[in-house]
Nanobody, 121 residues
Framework: QVQLVESGGGLVQAGGSLRLSCAAS????????MGWYRQAPGKQRELVGE???????NYADSVKGRFTFSRDNAKNTVYLQMNSLKPADTAVYSC???????????????WGLGTQVTVSS
């Protein structure tokens, strides 16, 4: 079994910061891309950004310059540092990772349960 567990969400005022973490555990052989998605009430889920195993990052235009990904491959953990938060960033943030399990020939996507981020004005 493979699990992704997020932490670090909460309530913050506009202009503030939060740091999200997502740790993968289980029978893992290799983790490829790791990333975060978010879904606000009444809206479709959107990609916030992602980071490859080699550290290459990709960000949604709406968060560029404010959010930063980092990754600790030894801990199978990805971090999302969110600065200058806006009320529009309010959403459930979910971690996604492409993981190849031991005794498996291919990687597949896994999701965490999500963590709520609320930014007050």
């Amino acid at each position: 079994q493979v699990q992704l567990v997020e932490s670090g969400g909460g309530l913050v005022q506009a202009g503030g910061s939060l740091r999200l973490s997502c740790a993968a555990s289980g029978s893992i052989l290799r983790i490829n891309d790791m990333g975060w998605y978010r879904q606000a009430p009444g809206k479709q889920r959107e990609l916030v950004g992602e980071i490859t195993s080699g550290g290459v990052t990709n960000y949604a235009d709406s968060v560029k310059g404010r959010f930063t990904f980092s990754r600790d491959n030894a801990k199978n953990t990805v971090y999302l540092q969110m600065n200058s938060l806006k009320p529009a960033d309010t959403a459930v943030y979910s971690c996604h990772a492409a993981i190849q399990r031991r005794a498996s020939y291919t990687a597949r996507g896994y999701w965490g349960l999500g963590t709520q981020v609320t930014v007050s004005s």
